[in-house]
């Protein structure tokens, strides 16, 4: 759940902002507009987190057992598949 509060509300009321944070980002705004956004620290860790690169994720050792099917594409997607023949 997104929360909304001016700066004056955060400035006057911290403790509602960092118990809205538990629940999703709270945007404090100045003037009417967006100017920063509180995040609980889960969610801060979550965005900051490395990201594997697809090169990395496929050294893993374990890459050889992981499933992975490409979906046809074809008359289910409303696509002609053309005749090279």
């Known amino acids: 759940m997104v929360t909304i509060i001016s700066s004056r509300e955060f400035n006057q ?3 509602r902002a960092k118990k809205a944070a538990e629940d999703g980002p709270v945007f404090i705004t100045h003037r009417g507009e967006p100017a920063h956004v509180l995040l609980s620290i889960d969610d ?40 090279l023949s």
């Not at 050294?59 to 490409?70: G, S």
């Open 44 to 83: 801060y860790r979550r965005l900051t987190a490395k990201k594997s690169t697809i090169a990395e994720l496929l050294a893993m050792p374990d890459a050889a057992a992981i499933d992975f099917e490409v979906p046809r594409m074809g008359d289910d997607l409303g696509l002609k598949i053309p005749d």
């Open 13 to 15: 009321d911290t403790s």
